[in-house]
C-alpha cells in the first residue's frame, strides 16, 4: 500500500476516535453535572433545521413552558411497545375539556402535522408524553451537527 493511502486511512481513524471519544464526553458531562440532556436526531423529519445525525441539547419542561414554534422531544403514543422519541416542532396548541394543554406537532420536512399525517397518526400531545424541549439560541437549535451518525451507526 502506497504511504499517502496509509497515512489517509490513519488520519481518518484519528478523526473517528477524536469524534467518539468527545461525544462520550460530552454526554457524560452533560448527564452528570447539568439538568441538560444530549439526544440524536434519528431521522430526516426536520431538515434543513436538524440533520439526521446531529446532537440536540434538551432540557426537561412544564406544558405551559412550551411555545408555538418551540422543538420538542416527545414519547411517541404509536411506537408501542418500544419506547420512541420524536423530536418535532411545535404548530399548535390546544385546550382540552379540563384545560389541560395539547400540543400539535410537525416536522419542518413533512407536509402533514403529526395528528393528520396520512399512515398511523399520534394524538395531540399530553402532558405525559413531553420529554423536553430542544434548547436553542434565539431560533437557532443547540446542536453538534452529525456527530451522532457514529451513534447511529452503532
Known amino acids: 500500500m502506497h504511504w499517502k493511502a496509509k497515512n489517509t486511512i490513519c488520519s481518518i481513524r484519528l478523526v473517528y476516535v477524536i469524534a467518539l471519544l468527545t461525544t462520550g464526553i460530552i454526554i457524560f458531562v452533560t448527564m ?31 406544558m405551559n413552558e412550551i411555545t408555538v414554534g418551540d422543538i420538542v422531544i416527545y414519547k411517541s403514543y404509536t411506537c408501542w411497545p418500544d419506547e420512541k422519541m420524536i423530536v418535532h416542532r411545535v404548530v399548535e396548541i390546544r385546550y382540552d375539556g379540563n ?24 394524538p395531540y400531545i399530553h402532558n405525559d408524553h413531553i420529554v423536553g424541549k430542544v434548547v ?14 457514529i451513534g447511529l451507526w452503532f
Open 32 to 62: 452528570a453535572v447539568s439538568p441538560f440532556s444530549l439526544s440524536i436526531v434519528g431521522s430526516k423529519s426536520m431538515n434543513p433545521t436538524l440533520n439526521e445525525g446531529d446532537i440536540l441539547l434538551w432540557m426537561p419542561v412544564e
Open 99 to 122: 384545560g389541560c394543554v395539547l400540543l400539535g406537532t410537525r416536522g419542518d420536512a413533512n407536509s402533514w402535522v403529526d395528528q393528520e399525517r396520512p399512515h398511523l397518526s399520534e
Open 136 to 149: 436553542c439560541f434565539g431560533s437557532q437549535p443547540v446542536k453538534i451537527p452529525f456527530v451522532g451518525m
